[in-house]
């Protein structure tokens, strides 16, 4: 029997963190949510995770996605992270 997959879903909007919890849990994965960027380092900090999914804008921090994957960066850099915005550009892609 294969482990399950474990995913952190951050976002700052409760109804996009329960609709990808949700998807995400009937295609079998074991979901965790987190409402900022502060709450998602504590949850990283104690559960390993095999993927982060984030937002990028997050309230007024523009850069909260940015700042997410610079710590993971840092602390954890075998962690994927899937980074999905409604505010992106080429440019913010490249970036």
């Known amino acids: 029997m294969s482990a399950q997959a474990s995913i952190l879903v951050v976002d700052d909007e409760f109804s996009m963190r329960e609709l990808l919890e949700i998807v995400l849990e009937n295609a079998g994965y074991i979901v965790s949510t987190a409402n900022g960027v502060d709450a998602a380092i504590e949850t990283l900090e ?9 937002d990028l804008f997050m309230g007024n921090d523009r850069d909260a996605g940015m700042k997410l994957i610079q710590w993971l960066q840092e602390n954890s850099p075998h962690i994927p992270v ?3 915005t409604a505010h992106g550009s080429v440019e913010l892609a490249v970036e």
């Not at 104690?46 to 984030?54: R, S």
Request: net charge negative; hydrophobic share 60%; no cysteine.
């Open 46 to 54: 104690g559960t390993p995770f095999d993927v982060v999914i984030t």
């Open 82 to 84: 899937i980074m999905m």
